[in-house]
């Protein structure tokens, strides 16, 4: 291969030929900035699409742009179970979250998750003995937690910081033993017989609690509640507005998420 050879493909590398449509919806003015207008993805294309991913049977909610350009964002609903994944523009690839955005560290798949499965937060009843907080803070979070789960004590340290700095706002904390967790029930049970948060805050510093038993039907109740819900992990946050996140989050990250109540 001639010197002229490497010449013409490293122009063509660095100054590549125009194909019209080739490029545009890559460029910052591609499709005049809108990709819709130059691309589109149907319900009937994502039906064929979920019935080569094995997912036949599953209610298409919403297509939209995704948050990534060239890349499409499908929320479905599987029977009661929502949940989202994404499609690029070429419809030949099925790719699942999360999406993080680098500035923010925001996990922007959680975020729409949150928007897809809200719930009616006056079902929530907010008689729990363990507050995080101030009770009259107009910010309400209600947090379902497990005292045998080791993320729901990281995001607990994380909403004692939020308490501090802010005092408009106050976590509710409906104890949610995971099935999983077999010492996770009796724990509950302790802890709301003696109403006492720092019990909580014991088993989440893997501290012995003594076992208590009492009559109350709250641990079952939050089991139901949980479940009606759709919620099946912890830790789960429910806000005002029914805005559902489940996992930790840093508290400067928490208290966006809970502005986003106004």
Known sequence: MGPIIYIFIALNFLFPPFFPGRLQAFSPTGCEGDCVKCHSLSKPEVKTILQNMKIPHTD???????????IWEVSIDDKGKKGLFYVDFSKRHFLLGPIIEVKSGLNKTMEQMSKLRKVDFAKIPLNTPLVLGNRLAPQKVAVFTDPDCTYCGALHKEMEKVVKERKDIAFYIILFPLRSHKDAYW??????????????????????????????????????????????????MVFMDGRVHTGTLPASQLITLIQGNR
Do not use: Y
Not at 60 to 70: C, E, T
Not at 202 to 207: E, M, V
Not at 219 to 229: C, M, Q, R, T, Y
């Open 187 to 236: 724990k509950s049970k302790s802890i709301v017989c003696n109403q006492s948060l720092k019990m909580l805050e014991d088993a989440f510093a893997r501290k012995e609690i003594p076992r208590t038993d009492c009559d109350t039907k709250e641990i079952d109740a939050n089991i139901k509640l949980a479940e009606s819900f759709g919620i099946t992990g912890t830790p789960t």
């Open 60 to 70: 298409i909610l919403q297509i939209q742009m995704s948050p990534v350009k060239g």
